[in-house]
């Protein structure tokens, strides 16, 4: 059974620092790209990153470009988000999602999601 | 503002069927076959229920189907029943810098 399960979600100030992990189980973790999505408080879900099986493709948002980053340590079938220059507007849900193997822009598992909330 | 666009609610009684419609640019949805489908309970993870426009993953009723023409995807639901009341999101692949984008997201009420 595919499992993936979210960890690191706290409350932070302003301009701090959050790196949230993904422990991945149930499945070849190396074999499958991963994403990070994200869902304010009562709002839509937001793609946040994509990271593909080997660590050598990366995607980011436009909003966390420059601030997020996403890698994977498949040794320890685990996907990570540091998150840098926390600002208010990243308080959300995060889930890390499994890319469905043929297309990666399908996410076909999901955690549960941590939730991070980002104020003074 | 979310990149695709999204009716805010649907309703429908038991037994009806409903169609939820997603609507994009040339960008997103009209130039990529690559659009999927999310149901979300309430405090649950998304539960991925169409890929590609119309292929249905393993496990998922056949009472769900997906559709495209143009800009605008369509999610369309058949003999509703009292457990398909939930959020459902589109999303598709994107040739902008944001890879992938999602509509708004659309709650589904049986009434």
């Known amino acids: 059974e595919v499992q993936l399960v979210e960890s690191g979600g706290n409350l932070v100030q302003p301009g701090g620092s959050l790196r949230l992990s993904c422990a991945a189980s149930g499945f070849t973790f190396s074999s499958y790209s991963m994403n990070w999505v994200r869902q304010a408080p009562g709002r839509g879900l937001e793609w946040v990153s994509y990271?593909?099986?080997?660590?050598?493709?990366?995607y980011y948002a436009d909003s966390v470009r420059g601030r997020f980053t996403i890698s994977r340590d498949n040794a320890k079938n685990s996907l990570y988000l540091q998150m840098n220059g926390l600002r208010a507007e990243d308080t959300a849900v995060y889930y890390c999602?499994?890319?469905?193997?043929?297309?990666?822009?399908?996410?076909?598992?999901w955690g549960q999601g941590t939730l991070v909330t980002v104020s003074s | 503002q979310s990149a695709l666009t999204q009716p805010a609610s649907v309703s429908g009684s038991p037994g009806q069927s409903i169609t939820i419609s997603c609507t994009g640019t040339s960008s997103d949805v009209g130039g990529y076959n690559f659009v999927s489908w999310f149901q979300q309970h309430p405090g649950k993870a998304p539960k991925l229920m169409i890929y590609?426009?119309?292929n249905r993953p393993s496990g998922v009723s056949n009472r769900f189907s997906g559709s495209k023409s143009g800009n605008t995807a369509s999610l369309t639901i058949s003999g509703l029943q009292a457990e398909d009341e939930a959020d459902y999101y589109c999303?598709?692949?994107?040739?902008?810098?944001?890879?992938?984008?999602f509509g708004g997201g659309t709650k589904l009420t049986v009434l």
């Open positions: 990271i593909g099986g080997t660590s050598s493709t990366i």
């Open positions: 999303s598709s692949y994107s040739s902008s810098n944001t890879h992938v984008v």
């Open positions: 999602a499994r890319s469905s193997g043929g297309s990666w822009w399908v996410s076909d598992f």
């Open positions: 590609d426009v119309s």
